[in-house]
């Protein structure tokens, strides 16, 4: 028979292995009686661990969650799964990188030497792109809000930061509605965006919260570096379906196009940049031709997954995809030329509709 304290430590590793353990079955596991496994559990109880008892002729016993986190045992494979993802989280940039690095020195100091090594053989070395201002991170906290707030389906009222320094403003609504200004805030100031939030993932370094923009009555791709989270949250809701149905399909198409290469990829008279799986645009929801007068050899560097043809001296067909209309259509006036919209006709309005709002905002 063990001895007591290999046997109180076997039966902590069969705790944590299941939910529930009959009584009978521990007993045979560890080659003692039921009654000394009682005695055992009650010791286990006496260091702090949470063991919580089922009542009945087959009762059992299950491991809870206490008020503080007591030591706990991993196996080999456990231990080494700890340290990587702990050295991962101390260069990830979620805002935990001090407690991440401070944990992987206490898990460490206890591994066995043969573990140590296999931990340490990983060397990772955090490389930001350059850049005039380091890209901000979230906190901890607001990363823990942002997720319970999408576990628990519960609307979200933040401030937003459109860019460093200034805080977007909502829609305006009446002092009656649930994100008018609330007491203490000053009247002058944006209300809250009001979300549902779905997703909260991370991409190209940076975390995102993917939310229904309850304002805007569409979906939406918040930074979550700049959230500013308001309290309490919401009511629950009911989740609504992404689109496409897939989370990383919906990003994916949100963003595509911002990690891919600049510069022409093809040769000859047509340009292709970046995007192989999706030439010319293809695989974005909304998809676009014009005729730029500008030459294909300057506009194609500045074309991340569309083809542009060359059409002579001055000209190019430019063939674009994006995420909305108005994105598209800001796209191809973003190169400071002329240009003829081929089609369709959603670009053509897109366009009306931009024009307006730019000579809104000159005036």
């Known amino acids: 028979m063990q001895k007591t304290s290999a046997r109180l430590l076997s039966l902590l590793s069969l705790l944590q292995t299941r939910r529930d353990w009959p009584g009978a079955l521990l007993a045979e596991r560890l080659d003692v009686s039921p009654r000394t496994v009682r005695r055992d559990v009650d010791r286990l109880r006496e260091l702090g661990y949470p063991v919580e008892a089922a009542k009945g002729p087959d009762g059992g016993y299950r491991l809870g969650a206490g008020t503080q986190l007591p030591p706990l045992l991993f196996d080999d494979e456990q231990a080494v799964a700890l340290g990587i993802a702990l050295k991962t989280a101390a260069t990830g940039g979620a805002g935990i990188e001090e407690a991440a690095a401070r944990a992987l020195t206490t898990v460490r100091q206890v591994m066995p030497a043969r573990l140590r090594h296999r931990v340490d053989t990983l060397r990772l070395t955090a490389v930001e792109p350059p850049s005039d201002r380091p890209a901000p991170r979230p906190g901890g906290d607001v990363l823990m809000t942002l997720s319970a707030a999408v576990r628990a389906h519960e609307m979200l009222r ?206």
């Open 158 to 363: 933040f401030d937003y930061a459109s860019a460093p320094g200034s805080v977007s403003a909502s829609p305006s609504v009446s002092p009656s509605s649930p994100s008018a200004p609330e007491a203490g805030h000053s009247t002058d100031a944006p209300p809250p965006r009001r979300a549902e939030p779905h997703h909260l993932i991370t991409w190209g370094g940076r975390w995102y919260l993917v939310a229904w923009d309850l304002d805007r009555e569409d979906w939406r791709t918040f930074r979550a570096d700049r959230i500013a989270p308001r309290t309490p949250t919401g009511p629950r809701f009911t989740p609504r379906d992404l689109p496409g149905g897939d989370v990383a399909a919906f990003v994916t198409a949100r963003f595509r196009g911002s990690e891919n290469p600049t510069g022409p990829g093809g040769h000859g008279s047509s340009y292709s940049s970046g995007g192989s799986d999706c030439p010319g645009g293809r695989g974005w929801p909304c998809r676009g031709e014009v005729i730029l007068h500008l030459p294909a050899a300057e506009a194609a560097p500045y074309v991340h997954d569309g083809t542009v043809e060359d059409l002579g001296p001055h000209r190019c067909r430019l063939v674009l995809g994006s995420w909305s209309w108005p994105a598209l259509a800001a796209a191809v006036a973003r190169f400071d030329a002329d240009f003829e919209v081929v089609g369709p006709a959603e670009l053509t309005d897109a366009f009306a509709r931009l024009a307006r709002r730019c000579a809104a905002a000159s005036r």
